[in-house]
């Protein structure tokens, strides 16, 4: 009977954590794709295609959108919505309010990392217009170099000849990756790799101020309550030199004249901000029912997933050097995702403020509220995990 029950128990957790890896993996490739799909005119080959559920015949080249900082600031409004709410809901059922920072430290402590965290989004949803989806991923995830040469320079991480060896992988696959690329494009990539740069500063300032344990912002869904607004006001002088008046005499907006396409503007962005949102979810949900550990493996096979899609449905062109290039960056990310294991194994257990992620997206943040929201025994916002 007991060992019935430990079979049990094994199915059901590798069945629970299987979902989830699902479920994350539906939102950040789905963000991904949802991103291209939005902002870039479908090619020849992709007009003979179908990737997902989308529409790519002759109606996109009309219902392009060509405005990704807009997108980006619609995004940043929906998901502080769904903050707003998600914290309202906890604090109506544990009777505990949230916290909320005064003006002083949210000035000084937040602004730093919502302006890094607005920069490197904003960059990246603009480099859709020029890039395809596989050099993007690509160029994405050497996030994980500039986060590690960043925790060097702010003594977050000790330098070690293994942490060496990890930076010269994930450059030198980098470097394999867009050599001769048919469809390198110069302004995309520098957008993108702009992004990765301000990456590493974002990541680096997420850990500096979730090491503040006075500011009371270990939970995910508090900093980005927090960050959001900051973000939005980051990116709108951007916006507005950019594509302030351009959108404003656009027909896909200020001068619509099609009620039926403005909806459908409306409604792809609107969409675009629950995929955000579900993508910080999904990963708060993966985080506290696993580790952070299985985050990274997860993200590691996530950009694999994500390059075979856009080869098979978007029709990119990757060579076989550019294929080595992936699998010897791929390996850099793996090394430093075993070290991290082996490093937090040896000291008995993790080390949250001291990892850093190989996930470009909200992993060090993850991390460190796992940890925290642990010591504190407090619950979580939902009863089923988070991500």
């Known amino acids: 009977m007991g060992r019935w029950a430990l079979d049990v128990a094994f199915v059901w957790k590798a069945a629970l954590t299987l979902g989830l890896v699902l479920l994350y993996y539906c939102f950040s490739i789905g963000i991904t ?10 090619g020849p080959r992709q007009r003979r295609s179908w990737w997902l559920f989308l529409d790519t015949g002759p109606r996109r080249a009309k219902q392009s959108f060509h405005f ?6 619609l995004h940043l409004a929906v998901i502080f919505l769904f903050s707003a709410l998600s914290r309202a809901l906890v604090q109506c059922s544990s009777h505990r309010a949230r916290v ?3 003006w002083t430290d949210y000035l000084r402590r937040v602004a730093p990392t919502a302006l890094a965290t607005a920069l490197d989004v904003g960059l990246s949803n603009w480099s859709f217009l020029y890039i395809t989806v596989s050099l993007y991923t690509m160029t994405k995830s050497s996030a994980v170099l500039f986060i590690l040469i960043f925790s060097l320079i702010f003594k977050l991480e000790e330098l070690r000849a293994a942490l060496v060896l990890v930076v010269l992988l994930i450059a030198g696959g980098l470097f394999m990756f867009t050599y001769k690329s048919t469809q390198f494009n110069v302004e995309g990539f520098a957008l993108v790799l702009g992004a990765s740069f301000i990456g590493g500063i974002r990541w680096t300032l997420t850990q500096m101020l979730l ?3 006075e500011l009371g912002l270990q939970n995910p ?7 959001q607004p900051l973000m939005f006001l980051g990116l709108f002088p951007l916006f507005a030199i950019f594509e302030g008046l351009h959108l404003s005499t656009s027909e896909k907006i200020f001068r ?3 009620t039926g396409l403005l909806l459908w503007v409306l409604g792809s962005l609107l969409l675009g901000g629950v995929l955000a949102f579900g993508l910080g979810f999904s990963e708060f949900l993966l985080v506290s029912r696993t580790s952070s550990l299985t985050l990274s493996i997860a993200g590691i096979f996530k950009e694999v997933c994500t390059l075979l899609l ?27 995702v075993a070290l991290k294991a082996l490093h937090s194994r040896g000291d008995g257990g993790p080390k949250p403020l001291k990892g850093v992620g190989s996930s470009a997206d909200l992993e060090l943040l993850l991390q460190s509220s796992h940890q925290e929201e642990e010591d504190a025994d407090e619950e979580y916002f939902v ?4 991500r």
């Open 33 to 42: 794709f949802y991103n291209k799909w939005l902002t870039k005119v479908a």
């Open 68 to 73: 990704p900082l807009f997108m980006t600031m």
């Open 100 to 102: 909320v920072l005064s």
């Open 211 to 213: 090491q503040k344990a």
């Open 221 to 227: 869904i508090d900093t980005m309550f927090h960050l």
């Open 256 to 258: 619509f004249q099609d």
């Open 310 to 336: 856009a080869a098979h449905l978007l029709g990119d062109q990757i060579s076989l050097l550019n294929w080595l290039g992936f699998a010897l960056c791929l390996s850099g990310i793996s090394l430093h």
């Open 383 to 386: 009863t089923q995990g988070q």
